[in-house]
C-alpha cells in the first residue's frame, strides 16, 4: 500500500494508548463511577445513579479523551503526511487511522479490562457499594462484545478521519 507505514501505526498506537491510558486510570482512580455505564448490569442496578456533580465530571473525562484521541489522531496523520511527502491517498489514509485505533481498541480490550481489571482486580476500580460484585468483571463475553463494538466505531470513526487527512 502506497505509503502506508505499519511502523507508525504501532507507533502511533502505543502513543495512543499511552493518552488514552492515562485519561480512563486517572479518571478510575479519582472516580469509578465516571464510568458506571461500562460496567456490568448489575452494578449499574445495584448503586445510585450519577449525579449532576459526577455527570459534569463525566463530561470533562469525555472531552479529555475526546481531546486526547483527537490530538495524538491529528499528530499520526500529520507525521505520516510529511513521510508521504504532503499528500496521502484516501486508502492509505483510512487504512492508518483504522490501525491507530484498533491498536488502542486491542490494548483496551486486552491489558485494560482483562489483566488489569479482570486480573489485579484493583480496589481504586470497584464501585463503591459494589464491593463483593467483582466476579462480574470476569465476564468475557461482554469483554469481547465491547472489543467487537469497539472494532466497529474504529472502522465508522476511521472513515471521517481519514477524509479530512487526504484532503
Not at 57 to 73: D, E, M, N
Not at 100 to 121: E, H, P, Q, R, Y
Not at 158 to 164: F, Y
Amino acid at each position: 500500500m502506497e505509503g502506508l507505514s505499519l511502523t507508525r501505526i504501532l507507533i502511533d498506537g502505543a502513543l495512543l494508548s499511552a493518552v488514552l491510558t492515562a485519561i480512563v486510570l486517572g479518571s478510575l482512580y479519582y472516580n469509578p463511577r465516571l464510568w458506571l455505564q461500562d460496567y456490568p448490569a448489575e452494578i449499574q442496578a445495584r448503586v445510585l445513579p450519577l449525579s449532576a456533580q459526577e455527570k459534569r465530571q463525566r463530561g470533562l473525562v469525555v472531552i479529555l479523551f475526546l481531546v486526547g484521541a483527537l490530538g495524538t489522531l491529528a499528530y499520526s496523520v500529520l507525521q505520516l503526511r510529511a513521510a508521504n511527502g504532503g499528500s496521502m491517498p484516501f486508502l492509505t489514509a483510512y487504512l492508518h487511522v483504522f490501525g491507530v485505533l484498533s491498536l488502542f481498541n486491542l490494548f483496551d480490550a486486552v491489558v485494560l479490562d482483562l489483566i488489569l481489571l479482570t486480573g489485579f482486580k484493583p480496589k481504586f476500580a470497584v464501585i463503591p457499594g459494589a464491593e463483593g460484585m467483582e466476579h462480574l468483571y470476569h465476564n468475557w463475553g461482554m469483554h469481547l462484545s465491547n472489543f467487537f463494538k469497539g472494532m466497529g466505531f474504529c472502522l465508522v470513526f476511521s472513515l471521517p478521519v481519514a477524509v479530512i487527512a487526504a484532503l
